[in-house]
């Protein structure tokens, strides 16, 4: 059985005091929620953040919800392992994964994705022996092209095997890549998949332009994208929108709506 979460980067602008964000948890599961992807909310980030991990497990708790996954940029992941660790305990979750290389390596060269395969065996280990597994969230970027053999960026991560792959199918879409034949490339190696659709919106200046749209509302092949999750193990389907063009919501009541009648059943 595949869970429906909603990544909570969705709602981060309805999310701006503790009162909001426990709210919003409460609409979730309301809706039909049964999980969360902490990520991209700024009340629960940096160092000393407004709700602690340990308050935002008693919100969550409190509305019925589990933490399915969170992120954490690869500096923080590697030079304070164990912190990470232990957030990721008192959230009650196993899967961290990097948003995108931020601050640590140019995320447009070929090198960086070379050096972090070389430093990520370690920390796997590390996290492993804890019961956490290391992610990737890609964008559209990871599929610059590079070299003779014109391989992707994405390749080089698909070359370390025990890291897993947060497939964001919007952003295959955009990057010109095939969702669902990417991810049948990665058989047990997805275990969340970030699911938004594309559509075309009218634009002054390009005509038109894709943007960000609820799941069943726009172009993308969802039979296609969702059988192939399953076929690869996803646990999963991550409802996110980087941005509306109504009540967040609402998108996230309309993508539940769409997956739930998708989800396979025993």
Not at 171 to 180: K, R
Not at 182 to 193: D, F, K, S
Not at 227 to 250: I, K
Request: glycine share 8%.
């Amino acid at each position: 059985m595949v869970m429906l979460a909603a990544a909570l980067y969705t709602i981060r602008r309805q999310a701006t005091s503790a009162t909001e964000f426990a709210a919003g948890l409460r609409r979730l599961r309301d809706i039909g929620y049964l999980g969360v992807e902490v990520a991209g909310v700024p009340l629960l980030e940096g160092p000393e953040p407004v709700i602690s991990p340990r308050e935002t497990k008693r919100m969550l708790d409190d509305a019925g919800l589990t933490c399915v996954g969170a992120h954490a940029r690869w500096r923080e992941i590697r030079d304070d392992t164990s912190a990470v660790v232990d957030r990721l305990h008192e959230l009650d979750c196993s899967m961290i994964s990097i948003p995108a290389f931020v601050d640590e390596f140019d995320r447009f060269e070929p090198a960086s994705y070379e050096a972090f395969a070389g430093e990520a065996a370690m920390v796997m280990q590390i996290l492993g022996e804890h019961g956490v597994r290391l992610g990737y969230h890609h964008h559209a970027h990871e599929f610059l092209r590079f070299g003779a053999d014109r391989l992707t960026m994405f390749d080089v991560l698909i070359d370390e095997p025990s890291l897993a792959l947060e497939i964001d199918v919007y952003w295959a879409a955009f990057a010109g890549v095939d969702p669902a034949g990417l991810i049948e490339r990665l058989p047990g190696r997805v275990p969340l998949l970030h699911c938004k659709d594309l559509e075309m919106i009218r634009d002054q200046e390009a005509g038109a332009r894709p943007f960000y749209a609820p799941v069943g509302e726009g172009n993308l092949d969802w039979e296609r994208i969702l059988a192939a999750s399953v076929a690869a193990g996803t646990e999963a389907w991550v409802v996110e929108q980087d941005d509306c063009l109504r009540d967040p919501f609402d998108c996230l009541r309309s993508s539940f709506e769409f997956l739930r009648a998708r989800v396979p059943t025993p």
